[in-house]
């Protein structure tokens, strides 16, 4: 299946604890997206990488760090884990708007990791 | 900065009803605007995608249109059915990668 898949889809652990996120697709887009969706279900963009390259970096906490290995994945490592960080984050991808048809300008987005801090 | 609202927050009808959700944006220059839905506890499924230079597209019993001049873009539904209740997201594409996503409205049908 063509799809954005990341794990694991629930994380509960203490405060303090550092956690990682992972994040892959396989639609061979090269812009990929993190979200923080809170409780109000608002979502907000943490980062977005093209190409393996960093080019949106809104205000996140430096405790919050992507990697991207390659343009199909992007993990969040988030250390020292503070009770607000509980959300659903939403890895997402889409092509880049100067590349591909018009068609592969949807963004895409995975099933969500649900993480909960105690 | 873009700011995308959503209108009305909460929606309930009944079943069969044809109904408007509305997306308004305030930077006119966007590239596309994208409807999504989002069921309790799930992920965003795409529903429809207008570029910048269309005025509507359709999926089966869904249109969704765009006025660029005025910011707005409305997602048609029609003859609602209870599997349409789901929470709905609007979200507008500006140069670059930085979308846009508004906050959303829930819409309840009632069998």
């Known amino acids: 299946d063509t799809a954005v898949s990341q794990t694991p889809k629930y994380l509960v652990t203490q405060m303090g604890n550092d956690k990682s996120i992972k994040c892959e697709q396989n639609?061979?887009?090269?812009?990929m997206y993190w979200y923080k969706q809170d409780s109000k279900k608002f979502l907000k963009i943490m980062f977005s990488?093209?190409?393996?390259?960093?080019?949106i970096n809104e205000t996140v906490p430096n405790r919050f760090s992507p990697k991207s290995p390659d343009k199909a994945h992007l993990n969040l490592h988030i250390n020292s884990l503070e009770l607000g960080d509980s959300a659903v984050y939403f890895c997402?991808?889409?092509?880049?708007?100067?590349?591909?048809?018009?068609?592969?300008?949807?963004?895409?987005f995975g099933a969500g990791s649900r993480l909960t801090v105690l | 900065k873009q700011e995308v609202t959503q209108i009305p927050a909460a929606l309930s009808v009944p079943e069969g009803e044809n109904l408007v959700l509305n997306c308004s944006f305030t930077?006119?220059?966007?590239?596309?605007l994208q409807w999504f839905r989002q069921d309790p506890g799930k992920g965003l499924t795409s529903l429809l995608l207008?570029?910048?230079?269309?005025r509507e597209q359709t999926s089966g019993r869904l249109n969704a249109s765009l006025d660029k001049s005025s910011g707005r873009s409305t997602l048609y539904i029609a003859a609602s059915q209870p599997g349409d209740s789901a929470t709905y997201l609007c979200?507008?594409?500006?140069?670059?990668?930085?979308?846009?996503f508004g906050t959303g409205t829930s819409l309840t049908v009632i069998p």
């Open positions: 997402a991808s889409s092509q880049d708007r100067h590349r591909g048809p018009s068609g592969a300008n949807v963004l895409t």
């Open positions: 639609l061979g887009h090269d812009t």
């Open positions: 990488y093209n190409n393996k390259e960093l080019i």
């Open positions: 930077d006119s220059a966007i590239y596309n």
């Open positions: 207008i570029q910048s230079s269309q």
């Open positions: 979200a507008v594409r500006l140069t670059g990668n930085q979308f846009y």
